[in-house]
């Protein structure tokens, strides 16, 4: 094939009907054909009659032979190795390569599946599968030899930046060819330091989103399957073959192009990368977009009518845009990251340059001699003390911090490099904020001109109105800005000369210090520039200008607190000292190190919505409530043997919330006895669980019976009576296989599954109970309790059917037993509508128990209950919990409920509640994903089902869709026994705006995938 040739192929003039003809001539089949798209050749779909496919491709005319046959021997080559590709099928001579008016023709299994290339989203697991499977592909072709495979054609990447340059003037648009063509030349340039050292063999050469026929996985997503369209086999470089591959990942998250590292570190786990290699990738995936964009526009003015090429424009012009989004040298740096590559170490260059820093000198001083007294070094970091209460907030926040240091005397305060700023933190934001920052800032309080000398020996490079650029060793360059410069470029400098000043001023003044590779960029690219004119970029980016700068604290005599993101190290160290058993979120966890309102922030400064933590009801990091812990483990804490006030005082206001005790739902001892005592009686222990052990205990002391009926799917904790009333295979798959002989599992009263899907009554699932109390009355084991959750929160917030609870208290008290209300999750003002989940169903029952919004975190749990069953337990001995209900305890409990009157907590659960209910129920008429909405205030569930009729649950897509929905800041979970219920409980502080980023961030995963 001649250069002129490969400006760009017409397609051969085959039509449908042709294709048929030679289906019928060639192979002997009888089909219909429909033409699939292609550039350069013609690909049709033949379908028999009795519905068996496969695909007949008519070849451009000026490919050979020989490749054709380098291509069947490539094919041989994967089936050796296990690598799924479409088969040859041979002709009615049994040849592979068939012949018809002129043109070579071939027919290919047709591989069942659907078109990866116009999925949006691809999941970090489907990135990583294409990884590898184009490594599969190199390392299947290594061995590979054939005169076929030597030929010269325009997608071999060791051609593309004259391929690029030849076919941009088909490029119409003027500013886009000029980016094109910079990008090639820049891209071209960094390729040739490397590319005598990059291996060369057999490669696909194209084996992209659109080469890779999809199969559809039990999580609802499309994963790599079957690898199809061989026409660009060669040979080329080894590192080529993946570039293809990642460049074809970047159109399906174009704003996220890092996110195909997964694809490059899933490859060079299986097909380890050279240095080289590495390094060559970046500016090979940026050429392969110039050329697929500048070859895009040629086909188009060659051959106007193809449809396909012109669909294609779009994604090939979001590919570019994707691969040049992050400078050339900082995405290499990224790649090299990654894959583990050693970078330049900070410390060699800076050995060179550095004098020691003794003598005396203290912080700042080899940068400013004549600064007297200590300067500050202030923390904006996630874990600063000075940025509670929600003061990382203020738009001021970091202004604060440093006339705070003025103000205590510092003569100046210092920002550090490299600490990830709370005070950059976005909320309700699908992208991470820029929060790491790759200077330092120096704040100096206001004062006379003071020297700036050298911390080190170097050279004076870049002198501008107020910055200069000192070359360092050779290797690093150490840039200050904010000062008046008195040196000239070129001029050499020892340790201690004077290069500038800071000018004399009434108000603060601010240095900037920092120290960049010498071959790296100035500053970051689209960073976000602080007033003080410090550089701050996203935490994904610190990675690589990790490697391109370096903390200039040592120079400055000051300590170096620069930060990474340590997540993976923490779940690493999780994983040697815990249990299997424990519970984790998230594939990739991040680490959360603070809380604020409904927002949790791990520890780069990224904030999620916390969607699931319905322990800390009145939201993270309460003032009240830590002021009320600081204040009483002061004074005092020790055990409820001893006299306090607290303790009383804290049990009076819960009794307060009760709901009127007279009427038909009144709480009763026993069916025989006509008094109804009323609810007067608190006992509080430590947790939830707890406090269900605690509920049995009292019910079978009071009743003088054994039997607890609870019902199925549900979840009361983990202590060994609480576990025993654990019905849910969510938590326990053998939940119903390993119950006690004293529990009973009765039928869940779910309305939408189960016994009476669609058109059962609350009457209904209470006689099947009531049939269940006598069976157990005549077998002997009359029932003493009776525990239910007041709406079924490991369902995910099933509301209960009408009229069912009063039927249930009902029929348990006509046989002799208490009844239990699980409020532990579901109480406390959750509902909106009411303080207890009880009172959605009109009832008041003989035994509640609660626990975790109780001390918003913090560890408090109880019972309420009448004396008279209470004093029931003086038959099993005293009652003691050493931490339950210490006057520290008790004081975080009254600070809970002082806040949740004073913001008007339970009002907002209705109003933001029934603001996402409704947002909700919107995006289930636009997502079939979507089945009911359960549940009420802020306490709702979200069903997922692959089928509205069957109601079959979509469990791993609901588990896909959580994860891609923490990349998008927003933090929910799923529940329920087939886990396929998005739970939705946050805090009860959830705004209006919150809640829309959540309903919207929802509709984006389901839109676009997950």
């Known amino acids: 094939m001649t250069n002129d040739q490969r400006g760009g192929l017409a397609r051969p003039e085959v039509s449908e009907r042709d294709a048929e003809t030679i289906a019928r001539e060639c192979y002997g089949i009888a089909a219909a054909a429909a033409e699939l798209g292609s550039n350069q050749d013609r690909n049709f779909l033949l379908t028999e009659p009795d519905g068996a496919r496969s695909v007949l491709r008519i070849d451009n005319p000026v490919f050979g032979d020989e490749a054709r046959d380098g291509q069947h021997a490539a094919l041989e080559a994967y089936r050796a190795a296990g690598v799924p590709a479409a088969a040859v099928l041979p002709g009615l001579d049994g040849e592979p390569t068939q012949r018809w008016q002129g043109f070579a023709v071939r027919r290919s299994e047709f591989a069942e599946g659907e078109p990866l290339v116009d999925q949006g989203y691809l999941a970090p697991v489907v990135l990583a599968e294409f990884g590898a499977l184009a490594a599969a592909s190199a390392n299947a072709l290594a061995g590979l030899v054939h005169p076929g495979l030597d030929r010269p054609h325009m997608w071999d990447l060791r051609v593309a930046h004259a391929e690029t340059v030849k076919l941009a003037p088909s490029i119409t648009d003027a500013e886009l060819r000029a980016r094109i063509l910079a990008a090639a030349d820049e891209a071209a340039a960094a390729l040739a330091a490397v590319a005598p050292e990059l291996p060369v063999q057999a490669i696909h050469g194209d084996l992209t989103d659109d080469n890779v026929m999809g199969v559809r996985g039990a999580d609802g997503r499309l994963h790599p399957g079957t690898v199809l369209d061989l026409g660009d086999l060669s040979y080329g470089?080894?590192?080529?073959?993946?570039?293809?591959?990642?460049?074809?990942?970047?159109?399906?998250?174009?704003?996220?192009?890092?996110?195909?590292?997964?694809?490059?570190?899933?490859?060079?786990?299986d097909a380890p990368l050279a240095v080289a290699e590495a390094r060559a990738l970046w500016p090979l995936v940026v050429l392969r977009a110039a050329l697929l964009v500048a070859s895009g526009w040629r086909?188009?003015?060659?051959?106007?009518?193809?449809?396909?090429?012109?669909e294609r424009i779009a994604g090939e012009q979001a590919i570019f845009d994707a691969a040049t989004?992050?400078?050339?040298?900082?995405?290499?740096?990224?790649?090299?990251a990654r894959l583990g590559f050693q970078g330049v170490a900070a410390d060699h260059g800076l050995r060179l340059a550095a004098a020691p820093l003794g003598g005396g000198l203290g912080p700042l001083a080899p940068l400013l001699p004549e600064l007297v007294g200590e300067p500050t070094i202030l923390d904006p970091?996630?874990?600063?003390?000075?940025?509670?209460?929600?003061?990382?907030?203020?738009?001021?926040?970091?202004?604060?911090?440093?006339?705070?240091?003025?103000?205590?005397?510092?003569?100046?305060?210092?920002?550090p490099y490299g600490v990830y700023r709370l005070t950059r933190t976005a909320v309700d934001a699908a992208d991470a904020a820029p929060t790491w920052p790759v200077d330092a800032e120096v704040w100096l309080a206001g004062g006379a001109e003071l020297r700036v000398t050298a911390p080190a020996s170097g050279v004076a490079r870049e002198v501008g109105d107020d910055s200069v650029t000192i070359l360092l060793g050779g290797e690093w360059r150490l840039i200050v800005s904010g000062v008046v410069p008195s040196v000239s470029e070129g001029v050499a400098l020892a340790s201690g000369d004077v290069f500038a000043a800071v000018a004399a001023s009434e108000r603060p003044r601010a240095l900037i210090v920092g120290l960049r590779r010498a071959d790296a960029p100035s500053a970051p690219q689209g960073a976000t520039i602080a007033a003080s004119g410090a550089a701050l970029i996203e935490p994904e980016r610190a990675r690589a200008w990790r490697r391109f700068s370096a903390d200039p604290a040592e120079l400055l005599g000051l300590p170096r607190l620069a930060q990474r993101d340590e997540a993976g190290d923490e779940q690493r160290r999780r994983e040697r000292i815990f249990a299997s058993a424990q519970e984790r979120y998230y594939e990739r966890p991040m680490q959360i190190e603070r809380g604020w309102r409904h927002h949790l922030i791990d520890t780069t400064g990224r904030a999620y919505v916390d969607m699931v933590n319905n322990v800390t009801g009145l939201g993270h990091g309460h003032p009240g409530v830590a002021d009320a812990v600081n204040r009483q483990i002061r004074i005092l804490n020790t055990n409820s043997r001893f006299l306090y006030r607290e303790l009383a005082e804290y049990s009076e206001r819960l009794l307060a919330l009760l709901p009127d005790h007279s009427g038909p739902g009144g709480a009763a001892f026993d069916g025989d006895d006509p008094e109804r005592p009323r609810l007067d009686t608190v006992l509080l222990v430590n947790s939830g669980s707890e406090a269900v052990d605690l509920a049995l205990r009292l019910a079978q002391a009071a009743t003088g019976r054994k039997t607890i009926v609870a019902l199925r799917e549900a979840y009361h904790g983990w202590t060994m009576a609480s576990d025993a009333?654990?019905?849910?295979?969510?938590?326990?798959?053998?939940?119903?296989?390993?119950?006690?002989?004293?529990?009973?599992?009765?039928?869940?009263?779910?309305?939408?599954?189960?016994?009476?899907?669609?058109?059962?009554?609350?009457?209904?699932?209470?006689?099947?109970?009531?049939?269940?109390l006598e069976r157990l009355g005549s077998e002997g084991r009359e029932v003493a309790g009776f525990i239910c959750e007041s709406v079924l929160g490991n369902a995910g917030g099933v509301l209960l059917?009408?009229?069912?609870?009063?039927?249930?208290?009902?029929?348990?008290?006509?046989?002799?037993?208490?009844?239990?209300?699980?409020?532990?999750?579901?109480?406390?003002?959750?509902?909106?509508?009411?303080?207890w989940g009880f009172e959605q169903s009109g009832v008041v029952p003989d035994i509640i128990t609660i626990a975790k919004p109780m001390g918003n975190g913090f560890p408090i749990g109880g019972v309420i209950t009448s004396k008279r069953i209470a004093d029931a337990l003086a038959s099993q001995g005293q009652f003691f919990s050493s931490a339950g209900g210490n006057p520290l305890s008790c004081r975080v409990g009254l600070a809970v409920l002082d806040a949740m009157e004073e913001e008007g907590l339970q009002e907002n659960a209705r109003i933001v509640g029934r603001r996402l209910a409704d947002g909700f129920r919107a995006l289930a008429e636009r997502h079939p994903i979507i089945g009911p909405i359960h549940g009420e205030g802020l306490y709702l569930g979200v069903e997922l089902v692959r089928d509205r009729g069957t109601m079959e649950p979509a469990t791993a897509e609901a588990a896909a869709i959580c994860e891609r929905l923490r990349e998008l800041g927003v933090i929910v979970l799923?529940?329920?026994?087939?886990?396929?219920?998005?739970?939705?409980?946050?805090?009860?502080?959830?705004?209006?705006?919150?809640?829309?980023?959540?309903v919207a961030q929802l509709d984006r995963v389901l839109s676009t995938g997950w």
């Open 299 to 310: 086909q188009l003015e060659i051959d106007g009518a193809n449809e396909y090429a012109r």
């Open 801 to 835: 059917p009408d009229g069912y609870l009063a039927e249930a208290y009902a029929r348990v008290r006509e046989a002799g037993g208490l009844c239990i209300a699980d409020e532990v999750q579901v109480g406390f003002g959750r509902m909106g509508s009411s303080f």
């Open 381 to 415: 970091g996630v874990e600063s003390d000075a940025l509670d209460a929600g003061r990382w907030r203020d738009a001021d926040a970091e202004a604060r911090l440093v006339s705070a240091a003025f103000e205590a005397g510092a003569p100046a305060a210092v920002l």
């Open 325 to 336: 989004r992050h400078p050339l040298a900082e995405a290499g740096e990224q790649v090299l």
């Open 974 to 998: 799923t529940t329920s026994e087939r886990s396929n219920v998005l739970k939705v409980k946050p805090p009860l502080c959830l705004t209006a705006e919150s809640a829309d980023f959540v």
């Open 237 to 269: 470089w080894r590192a080529a073959e993946l570039a293809v591959t990642a460049s074809s990942m970047l159109h399906h998250d174009p704003e996220r192009p890092l996110r195909v590292l997964d694809t490059i570190a899933a490859f060079h786990r």
């Open 725 to 772: 009333v654990t019905t849910s295979a969510y938590d326990n798959p053998f939940a119903l296989e390993n119950r006690p002989d004293w529990v009973h599992v009765a039928d869940v009263p779910n309305r939408f599954r189960g016994t009476y899907r669609g058109r059962g009554t609350g009457p209904d699932y209470a006689r099947d109970l009531g049939a269940d």
